[in-house]
């Protein structure tokens, strides 16, 4: 999901409304708490890569997603490291993957 946060270093809790509904990517329904995830971008995705600036992408649950009250049964959590995180083992990374134009 895109997001438009009031500030591009500090999160508040009004910057919870200022995500998209539009998918940008889908993981493949696992997600590994362990090491790295691949959310491939489909064509929205990368439409909304900004060349000359910072982009932001939301993380948001199939729940929350799509509008439905999660039951009690379950915890619902998203576990992710991200830039600030200390030390680099778990840096967030980039792969992009292009062919050749010749």
């Known amino acids: 999901m895109s997001s438009n946060p009031a500030s591009n270093n500090t999160l508040a809790t009004t910057d919870y409304n200022d995500v998209g509904t539009t998918s940008l990517g889908v993981t493949d329904g696992t997600w590994n708490t362990a090491g790295y995830n691949n959310i491939p971008l489909n064509s929205a995705g990368i439409t909304h890569i900004n060349k000359t600036g910072v982009t932001n ?46």
């Open 57 to 102: 992408f939301t993380i948001r649950g199939w729940y929350d997603f799509n509008g439905v009250a999660p039951d009690n049964s379950n915890e619902i959590y998203v576990h992710a490291k991200l830039a600030d995180e200390i030390g680099t083992v778990s840096d967030p990374k980039l792969v992009i993957e292009h062919a050749s134009c010749n």
